[in-house]
């Protein structure tokens, strides 16, 4: 049957003037009959187990600069944390959810460059997902979790925008954690553990924005 859900949100917003502005936000979500993988007799099948739970928070700020002398220059800010609980369906113990974003952040600077038609900028961005959970294997994957990217921009290029950045400067990875066991994980032996770690270079970027 499909999944119902209690949410609460709750959300505050300050101006700080020539500061800028921030947000924090505070939600939980309480569902009830939880789609997850169930044991059918020896096979798996999505289904209902009784509930799940889910609490978040999220900070969202943007701070400019002009205060304190770095005149068009601003810094944005993304900083999440969500924790989650649901009981696996084989062991009978509390565990996340499967494959969801448990913790993000991220910082991006911006210098429009007074009197000019330039602008510049850097980032840094993370990222972090729970395991995904299926009766026979858990699997982990994070895809470039940490990543550091750069760009400049000229704002008249024949009356478009024209950008050129490069991200994952820093040779970020992609990494895979995954145990497989022979049958249902609570009651079998491991088959296998796989674990990949594949270096992903720098990727660049150029665009034109505008109207022709």
């Known amino acids: 049957m499909p999944q119902q859900s209690w949410e609460l949100d709750f959300e505050a917003k300050k101006d700080l003037k020539a500061w800028g502005s921030t947000t924090l936000k505070l939600y939980a979500r309480w569902y009830e009959d939880y789609i997850d993988f169930i044991p059918i007799g020896n096979a798996e099948s999505r289904g209902n187990i009784p509930s799940a739970r889910l609490y978040g928070i999220n900070w969202v700020s943007t701070f400019k600069l002009d205060p304190i002398g770095f005149t068009g220059a601003k810094l944005d800010i993304d900083l999440g944390f969500e924790w989650t609980s649901v009981r696996d369906p084989l062991t009978g113990k509390f565990r996340p959810i499967s494959g969801v974003r448990d913790h ?44 550091v990217g750069l760009f400049v ?14 991200v994952n400067i820093f040779n970020g990875r992609h990494t895979e954690d995954r145990t497989v066991w022979n049958g249902y994980r ?23 924005k505008g109207n022709f």
């Not at 079998?188 to 970027?205: N, Q, S, Y």
Request: aromatic letters at 12%; zero cysteines; proline letters at 4%.
């Open 104 to 147: 993000w952040g991220s910082l991006q600077l911006r210098h429009d460059i007074p009197h000019t038609q330039m602008a510049w900028g850097a980032s840094v961005q993370h990222r972090h997902n729970t395991s995904d959970y299926y009766l026979t294997e858990i699997d982990q994957t994070l895809d470039i979790p940490w990543m």
């Open 153 to 166: 921009e000229d704002k008249n290029v024949m009356g478009m925008t024209a950008r050129f950045s490069v």
């Open 186 to 208: 609570d009651r079998t032996a491991v088959a296998f553990i796989e674990r990949h770690d594949e270096l992903v270079g720098p990727i660049f970027d150029f665009s034109l």
